[in-house]
C-alpha cells in the first residue's frame, strides 16, 4: 500500500511541480503541504475531494477510507469500487 505523502511527492515530479506549485494548486498553506507530505496530518474531507481529482488527472488510482482501530482518517491504496 503505497502512502500518501509518497503519492504526493510522485505526482510532484510527474507534474515537476516544486511543493509551492502544488500548495498553490490545492490552495493550501506550504506548511500544511508539508505535512502531508511528512505524514504529519492527514488532509481534510475537502482536501481529500481535491486530492482524488489530481490523482485522477495523472492516472493514479486512491482511495481515502477511514481507519478502523485509530481515530483519524486513514489511507487504503485499493482502487475505488474495491
Given at each position: 500500500?503505497?502512502?500518501?505523502?509518497?503519492l504526493?511527492?510522485?505526482i510532484r515530479?510527474?507534474?515537476?511541480?516544486?511543493?509551492?506549485?502544488?500548495?498553490?494548486r490545492l490552495?493550501?498553506?506550504?506548511s500544511?503541504?508539508?505535512?502531508?507530505?511528512?505524514?504529519r496530518?492527514?488532509p481534510?474531507?475537502?482536501?481529500?475531494?481535491?486530492l482524488?481529482?489530481?490523482?485522477?488527472?495523472?492516472g493514479?488510482s486512491?482511495?481515502?477510507?477511514r481507519?478502523?482501530?485509530?481515530?483519524?482518517q486513514?489511507?487504503?491504496?485499493?482502487s475505488?469500487g474495491?
Open positions: 500500500m503505497e502512502m500518501l505523502c509518497d504526493l511527492k510522485e515530479n510527474r507534474k515537476d511541480w516544486s511543493q509551492e506549485d502544488l500548495a498553490r490552495e493550501v498553506s506550504l500544511t503541504l508539508q505535512r502531508w507530505e511528512s505524514d496530518c492527514s481534510s474531507r475537502v482536501y481529500r475531494k481535491e482524488t481529482k489530481l490523482f485522477n488527472e495523472v493514479v486512491y482511495s481515502f477510507n481507519r478502523s482501530e485509530g481515530t483519524g486513514g489511507l487504503s491504496g485499493q475505488p474495491k
